[in-house]
């Protein structure tokens, strides 16, 4: 069954609008968890828009499931990650404009960076993914540099229009995600999945975890983030 990995950014999203010091995201993590998230995520940002670096401090100090610190490869958030000692990174793409993550990481295009960035988490006994779109030649690379987790963009499937679009989109993230199985990787996906979009992306068999933020926390505002976790979590399983 696949485990369920918490994005709390928008908690912090939500604190950033008037400045102050709530909603907190280590009360939002800890709720995540009563209501059985197997993760929380967290993505210090280089323009620190919603968690900032006492968040993360917290979180480390305070979660009881595993941390994953998403992250860019900027060297600044490297060394804060190093010190902090997450149990995994999630390495992604960063731009400053961008809404949210909007495409994969290349590996193939940062391969020597990210092999020493790789060595450096693992002396630390940090597990070490990269968010990246459904290709292949990024999977190659990736087991190349001695990465052995990924977490699959299901981004394009999620904005999808159409049925035709959905399935082809669908298909590009399973056919990928049972080639890495095939290769002994751990295969993770995530971005823009939600209660209607998530059930066919957690049949895929022997996928690992899901990462999920913007519509756990969305649907909070309604029911309150206990069940809107327990839901999730109940539509995966
Ligand atoms: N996984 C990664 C690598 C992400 O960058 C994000 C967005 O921060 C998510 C998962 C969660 O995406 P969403 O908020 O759309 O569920």
């Given at each position: 069954?696949?485990?369920?990995?918490?994005?709390?950014?928008?908690?912090?999203?939500?604190?950033?609008?008037?400045?102050?010091?709530e909603p907190e995201?280590?009360?939002?993590?800890?709720?995540?968890?009563?209501?059985?998230?197997?993760?929380?995520?967290?993505?210090?940002?280089?323009?620190?828009?919603?968690?900032?670096?006492?968040?993360i401090v917290e979180l480390r100090k305070r979660i009881n499931t595993r941390f994953n610190l998403e992250m860019s490869i900027n060297p600044e958030i490297v060394d804060i990650a190093l010190k902090l000692g997450p149990?995994?990174?999630?390495?992604?793409?960063?731009?400053?404009?961008?809404?949210?993550?909007?495409?994969?990481?290349?590996?193939?295009?940062f391969e020597k960076k990210l092999a020493k960035i790789t060595a450096l988490f693992n002396e630390k006994g940090i597990d070490v993914s990269v968010f990246i779109g459904p290709d292949k030649n990024e999977i190659h690379s990736a087991i190349y540099i001695g990465i052995r987790?990924?977490?699959?963009?299901?981004?394009?499937?999620?904005?999808?229009?159409?049925?035709k679009s959905t399935n082809r989109e669908f298909k590009k993230i399973k056919d990928s995600a049972e080639y890495a199985m095939s290769k002994d990787m751990?295969?993770?996906?995530?971005?823009?999945?939600?209660?209607?979009?998530?059930?066919r992306i957690a049949n895929i068999k022997g996928i690992n975890e899901l990462n999920i933020?913007?519509?756990?926390?969305?649907?909070a505002v309604f029911i309150g983030l206990r069940k809107a976790v327990q839901d999730m979590k109940a539509l995966i399983q």
């Open positions: 069954m696949p485990k369920l990995g918490v994005n709390i950014d928008h908690v912090a999203t939500l604190r950033q609008a008037r400045g102050g010091r995201p280590i009360e939002a993590a800890l709720i995540c968890e009563k209501a059985g998230c197997d993760s929380i995520v967290a993505h210090l940002r280089e323009d620190r828009r919603h968690i900032n670096d006492g968040d149990d995994q990174v999630t390495l992604v793409p960063e731009k400053r404009q961008e809404l949210t993550t909007e495409g994969g990481l290349s590996v193939v295009k987790t990924i977490e699959i963009h299901t981004g394009e499937y999620s904005l999808a229009k159409d049925k751990i295969v993770n996906a995530g971005h823009g999945l939600n209660y209607t979009n998530v059930k933020g913007h519509s756990i926390i969305s649907r």
